[in-house]
């Protein structure tokens, strides 16, 4: 077996995304020994991607606004399925993130009388994300960063982690990973370990996320022993760029509807009003502009119908796509030119102005965008506590996309940025603690590391093997085509026959060469993981039978209220198999269930 590196912690935080970098500052400012560990480039994470904004409470725009409608609109964006104790402490908090953000240097874009300025986005019913034109990761990640380094974080990037190591307790007692350049092997032993690793999106053909994003903390977690709930929710962004095929999924930023962009079809028409049933009458409207005053004056004239939650728009293209109403390239127009001066598109939007001048040749403020839905986020994930973000398994914790929870069965935009922050810290807050009372010095089985290292190892020993990226191109396949946006029995159960298949592949596969600078061997190491969480979608996604947030059954078009009232838990049972079991989702507490009931004034 190949010698080792060990590094010695209190806290390893794995993910330097805007939920790692925030748990790892907390951790830091209690005092731990602490570590962050990422598998790309500090300052890479996924989180910069995040562009539109970042939702809390403020009423800097919206005097009415409050973590009261904050929750409701969370809870309704989720159809219910939310944990409503993440809901309301998300609520409650991020108002503080944010303000704490701006202490540590983010510039945010301001109101005329020097406030932090709020935008519109889909499910929210006041303007209430915080944002930097349409580059709010970009700046959340920069300052978390920049604190981070100020308080001598220990950082340790191009570090892939394999596997969580536990003690003879059976407590979480660190992690085994290589460095991407050389191939070296590398041991973190820790007292508390918190995933804050992102997304899963890599498993889909078209996808907003990274190459980073291959389920790796979800999966970790489930081989741990840890509970995960909700995999089949996959939210699919309405509006990724569909040309060139280079470039396709990269997310366009809700920020453009926000800003007060349409969308329209082949025929020019704005079909979202099609798709609100209690807006059928808008369509014996003469002109857009007749729809638009009907609109203001029967539903809500703060939120378009393009700002509906990203389920319904993006069940919406897909329908107008496949009626055969679509772009050349299998999309629909995004149209904002006709709505708002260059001027303002190229203040309020600089990063969509260059990203589809540079990459697709299409000037923004002039003509529309082709935009499709594309892969964009996991509602499902690790199960955690609420109040401390403590797995199901001692010494772990977990923040960000990767846990499960606040979003339900669908997040609402701009949701995503304040829970990293509000749950980040959370988690910093609870492994400090969990470190400091855990005696003595965490021993991972050294078997442990043996047999993941043989594992990592095994692609080197075999020849004429399955290709690596033929493996994953074929899953990426497999999931875009029968787990998608829309969904059948059938086609699930074909897409767990599919993914048996692609595992006994994906255990044959074969590298050249040796680890170090090794991409193929990377993606090898990539696949378990991949693999693992697309079948958590898929059983999922086939036991929920009905639609409801990110899971559309074409053969159960209806929400069942039974299912409305549960989780599904998805557990590594006895010989390595998985299991699924429907949990009740805890009763709410009367005062809360009581703002649900209200009706927005």
């Known amino acids: 077996m190949p010698d080792y590196q060990t590094h010695d912690f209190d806290v390893v935080v794995i993910g330097a995304g805007g939920a790692g970098l925030r748990a790892a500052v907390e951790a830091k400012e209690r005092g731990l020994r602490t570590a962050l560990v990422c598998k790309s480039l500090l300052g890479k994470a996924h989180t910069v991607m995040a562009e539109g904004g970042a939702a809390a409470a403020m009423g800097n725009v919206w005097p009415e606004d409050n973590w009261q409608v904050h929750f409701r609109d969370t809870m309704r964006g989720g159809k219910l399925l939310n944990n409503w104790r993440m809901a ?13 953000l701006e202490r540590w240097g983010a510039l945010f874009d301001r109101t005329d009388d020097g406030r932090i300025l709020q935008r519109d986005f889909g499910g929210h019913r006041y303007a209430r994300l915080a944002h930097v034109g349409d580059r709010t990761g970009l700046e959340l990640i920069r300052t978390l960063q920049q604190r981070a380094v100020s308080l001598d974080v220990e950082v340790f990037m191009e570090c892939k982690v394999l596997r969580l190591l536990k003690d003879a307790e059976g407590r979480v007692s660190g992690a085994l990973g290589y460095w991407r350049a050389t191939g070296d092997y590398v041991t973190f032993n820790a007292k508390a370990v918190i995933l804050a690793t992102g997304s899963v999106g890599k498993a889909w053909l078209y996808t907003s996320n990274s190459w980073e994003s291959t389920g790796d903390g979800h999966a970790m977690a489930l081989w741990a022993g840890a509970d995960l709930i909700d995999m089949e929710f996959i939210q699919f962004h309405p509006t990724g760029m569909v040309w060139p095929l280079s470039v396709r999924g990269v997310l366009v930023t809700e920020g453009v509807r926000g800003d007060g962009g349409v969308l ?24 857009e502009e007749e729809a638009d005053r009907w609109y203001d004056d029967h539903i809500d004239n703060r939120r378009p119908p393009e700002l509906l939650p990203r389920d319904e728009v993006a069940r919406s293209i897909n329908t107008e796509v496949k009626a055969g109403r679509g772009g050349p390239h299998g999309g629909v127009y995004l149209d904002i030119a006709s709505r708002r001066t260059a001027d303002y598109i190229r203040r309020r939007l600089p990063s969509m102005y260059h990203q589809f001048m540079e990459l697709a040749g299409v000037d923004i403020t002039v003509e529309p965008m082709e935009v499709g839905p594309t892969c964009h986020y996991i509602m499902g994930g690790v199960r955690v506590d609420a109040d401390t973000e403590a797995t199901t398994v001692p010494g772990l914790f977990a923040a960000g996309e990767v846990a499960a929870g606040l979003h339900g069965a669908n997040r609402l935009g701009g949701n995503s940025l304040s829970d990293l922050l509000v749950f980040g810290r959370r988690a910093g807050m609870a492994a400090s603690d969990f470190a400091e009372g ?16 043989a594992e990592a190892e095994a692609p080197f020993d075999r020849q004429d093997g399955d290709n690596p990226y033929q493996v994953h191109q074929d899953l990426q396949r497999t999931m875009q085509e029968l787990v998608g946006i829309i969904r ?23 590298v050249p060469g040796g680890r170090a600078y090794n991409p193929g061997w990377n993606l090898a190491t990539d696949l ?6 697309s079948r958590l979608a898929a059983k999922g996604a086939l036991e929920r039978r009905e639609s409801r947030g990110g899971q559309t059954r074409d053969d159960y078009p209806k929400a069942d209220a039974e299912l409305g009232k549960v989780n599904f838990v998805q557990r590594l049972g006895a010989g390595g198999a998985f299991t699924i079991t429907p949990a009740p989702i805890a009763a709410m507490p009367a005062e809360l269930q009581k703002l649900l009931e209200e009706e927005p004034s």
Do not use: C, W
């Not at 059948?488 to 074969?510: G, I, M, P």
């Open 264 to 287: 329209r079809n082949s025929e020019g028409r704005r079909f979202m009003f099609d798709y609100i049933p209690a807006m059928f009458a808008a369509e014996t409207a003469d002109t």
């Open 88 to 100: 309301q402490v998300h609520a409650q908090e991020a108002p503080d993130r944010i303000y704490e």
């Open 528 to 533: 378990p993981a991949m693999l693992t969480v």
């Open 438 to 453: 855990r005696t003595g010095t965490p021993s991972p089985l050294v078997s442990e590391v043996e047999r993941a290292i």
């Open 488 to 510: 059948t029995e059938s086609e699930l159960v074909q897409a767990l026959d599919e993914l048996d298949k692609l595992d006994e592949r994906a255990r044959r596969v074969s």
